[in-house]
C-alpha cells in the first residue's frame, strides 16, 4: 500500500520559518517500523508553509495514497481539519489516521462525523499500532483486537485499550527511515539539522506538561549503540547538527555522560548538538558535566528554567527540579548557576520561562524577564496553556481564567488565559515587548558561527522578529501598544494563510452517533 505521513506547516513563534525548520522524528519512526514492502513517503510541512496547497496536490497525484497519516499538536488542529477535508476532497476513499499529542488525548475532536474528522486515532507511542493497523487494512481484519487504537465502526467510535509504553531497551522498534523524506530544507540557522533520540519519558509531573497525560511517570531508554547508529545515519542523511528531543534526558545524569563519553569515543563530536535539560542536574553536576558536554559537540541547551519565583514554580510542580544543592541541602534556584557553567564552557542557553501564572503580578512577570535579559542567550519564554489533559487546564477552568478557547492560538506565546491580577492581553505584551530585544542580541554570536546564513538571511530574521513596528516605532514616535496590535493582526492572518485554497471547516454539531466507545 501507499502511505503518506504528514506533519503540519504551523510553527512556534520562538521557531522563525526562515531560520529553524525542523523534522518531525516521530513521521520518520512511523515509517522505519511499518512492513518494508509498503511504500511510504514523510512529509514535514513546515518545509512548504508558503505552498500547502500545491504540495498537497503534488504528493497525492504523485503517490495516489491508501492511508494518510496526520502527526498533529492542539495548535495544529484547525489546520489538519482542514487539510484532512482537502485531502478527502481529491481522494473521496483514503482513510485517514491521526496521533501526536492532541489526538492522544482529545480524540473526541477528530471523532466527529464531518470533511475533517478521522478514521482511526492512534493514542499514546504510535509505531507499533500503526504497524498492526496497515496490516489489519491490508489484510481486511477488525481492529478490535490493536490496542491504542480508536476507530470509526459505522457511526461509532470504538476505543480499544490502551498499548503499555514501549520500554526501548532489546524491544522491538526499528531504527527511523530517514529516505521515506519527500521534502528537502531542514535547518538550524543555517547548520543541516536532524532529530535523533535515546530515551523517552520523564518521571516528573509538571503541571504544563503533555508527555505525562499521554504516557504516565516512567523513563525508559535506548542502548547507546542504536543511538550512535541513528546519529551516524543522521549525518548521512547530510545533519551537521542534531537536536537530541528526549523528554528529560538529564534525568539519569550518569547516563548522559556515559553518552558524552560514546560520541566522543566514536568521534562523533563534530557534529553541533542542541539538547534539553535540567537546571538541577546542570547545576549540582556542572563542574565535570558541562566541560564534557562541550568535548562532546553540545553548543545550544534548552534550559527547563520555567519559572525563577518560588511560588510559581509550586504551582507549575517544577520546584524539585530547579533546585540546587549542596551537601545534600537546598541552596536556592539552579537557574544561575547552571548557565553560569554552561556559559563557562562555551554554550549557549535558550532559556525556557512560563510567564502568566494565575497569581503573576506585573513585578513577578518583569522578575523573570530582567533574569531572561541579564543571563539567556535566546528567550524561548511562553505563556501557561490550557492544553488537554494537563493538571493545569483544570485549575485555570476551576479559576475561571481561561478567555480564549480559539486552539489555533494554544502556540504557548499567545496569552490564552489571564492572571488573576493581569490580563492576558497585558501579559503577552510584556513577554512581547523584551522578548524582541533579547532575541536581537543573539545575532553576533549566529553570525560569528554562520556568517554566511546570517548574511543572506538578517534581513528576513528580523523582519519576523519586528514584525508589526514601524520606524516610528523604533524611535518612540509610536506608542509600543499599536504596534502590538498590529503583531497581533498579522500573526493572526499568517495561520489563515497557511492552507489557503483548502477547503473551511464550518463549525458543525457532532453526529448523534459520532460518540466514543470503549
Not at 481484519?141 to 480499544?160: A, D, K, Q, S, V
Not at 485499550?161 to 540557522?189: E, F, I, Q
Request: with cysteine; aromatic share 8%; net charge neutral.
Amino acid at each position: 500500500m501507499n502511505l503518506l505521513l504528514l506533519s503540519m506547516p504551523d510553527s512556534f513563534e520562538h521557531m522563525p520559518w526562515v531560520g529553524i525548520r525542523m523534522p518531525n522524528g516521530a513521521l520518520t519512526s512511523l515509517a522505519g517500523n511499518v512492513d518494508p514492502h509498503h511504500h511510504v513517503a514523510v512529509a514535514d510541512l513546515i518545509l512548504a508553509r508558503d505552498r500547502v496547497r500545491q504540495t498537497l496536490d503534488r504528493l497525492i497525484g504523485q503517490l495516489q495514497p491508501d492511508i494518510v497519516g496526520f502527526s498533529i499538536m492542539t495548535f495544529q488542529r484547525r489546520t489538519a481539519k482542514r487539510i484532512i477535508a482537502f485531502i478527502r476532497s481529491r481522494l473521496p476513499d483514503v482513510r485517514i489516521v491521526v496521533g501526536g499529542y492532541d489526538p492522544s488525548l482529545a480524540p473526541e475532536a477528530y471523532a466527529e462525523a464531518s470533511p475533517g474528522g478521522a478514521d482511526f486515532i492512534v493514542c499514546g507511542e504510535g509505531e507499533a499500532t500503526f504497524r498492526d493497523l496497515v496490516r489489519a487494512i491490508e489484510s481486511g481484519r477488525g481492529h478490535e483486537g490493536i490496542p491504542g487504537l480508536t476507530y470509526r465502526e459505522g457511526g461509532i467510535f470504538r476505543r480499544n485499550p490502551d498499548r503499555p509504553v514501549n520500554r526501548l531497551r532489546g524491544g522491538d522498534l526499528r531504527p527511523p527511515r530517514r529516505d521515506a523524506r519527500v521534502l528537502r530544507g531542514y535547518t538550524l540557522l543555517g547548520w543541516p539539522v536532524d532529530v535523533v533520540e535515546t530515551s523517552r519519558g520523564c518521571t516528573f509531573d509538571c503541571s504544563f506538561c503533555s508527555i505525562i497525560a499521554m504516557r504516565g511517570r516512567n523513563f525508559h531508554t535506548y542502548d547507546f549503540e542504536r543511538v550512535l547508529d541513528d546519529i551516524r545515519d543522521a549525518r548521512e542523511h547530510g545533519a551537521r547538527a542534531v537536536f537530541i528531543v528526549d523528554d528529560n534526558i538529564t534525568l539519569d545524569v550518569r547516563r548522559f555522560e556515559a553518552f558524552c563519553h560514546a560520541i566522543i569515543d566514536a568521534k562523533l563530536n563534530k557534529i553541533r548538538y542542541l539538547v534539553q535539560a535540567m537546571t538541577s542536574s546542570i547545576a549540582n553536576h556542572g563542574e565535570t558535566l558541562a566541560p564534557l558536554m562541550r568535548r562532546a559537540g553540545f553548543r545550544y541547551v534548552f534550559l527547563g528554567i520555567e519559572n525563577i519565583l518560588e511560588e510559581d514554580l509550586r504551582f507549575l510542580r517544577a520546584s524539585s527540579k530547579n533546585r540546587e544543592t549542596k551537601n545534600g541541602r537546598f541552596v536556592g534556584n539552579a537557574a544561575a548557576t547552571a548557565i553560569d557553567y554552561l556559559h563557562r564552557n562555551k554554550m549557549y542557553v535558550v532559556g525556557g520561562l512560563i510567564v502568566g501564572n494565575p497569581d503573576d503580578t506585573a513585578d513577578s512577570i518583569e522578575a523573570n524577564l530582567e533574569f531572561a535579559r541579564r543571563y539567556v542567550d535566546w528567550p524561548y519564554i511562553q505563556h501557561p496553556t490550557p492544553y488537554p489533559g494537563t493538571p493545569m487546564t483544570e485549575e485555570f477552568r476551576q479559576r475561571d481564567l481561561i478567555i480564549n478557547e480559539r486552539l489555533e492560538e494554544y502556540d504557548g506565546t499567545t496569552a490564552v488565559v489571564r492572571s488573576e491580577h493581569l490580563s492576558a492581553e497585558e501579559i503577552e505584551f510584556m513577554r512581547w515587548r523584551a522578548e524582541r530585544w533579547m532575541k536581537v542580541h543573539h545575532m553576533p554570536a549566529v553570525l560569528r558561527q554562520s556568517p554566511l546564513f546570517l548574511l543572506r538571511h538578517w534581513r528576513g530574521m528580523l523582519t519576523h522578529t519586528y514584525r508589526g513596528s514601524t520606524l516610528r516605532t523604533m524611535v518612540g514616535l509610536e506608542d509600543e501598544r499599536a504596534a502590538f496590535e498590529r503583531y497581533r493582526s498579522i500573526r493572526r492572518a499568517e495561520r489563515d494563510e497557511l492552507v489557503e485554497g483548502c477547503p473551511s471547516i464550518a463549525p458543525a454539531e457532532p453526529h448523534p452517533a459520532a460518540a466514543l466507545s470503549t
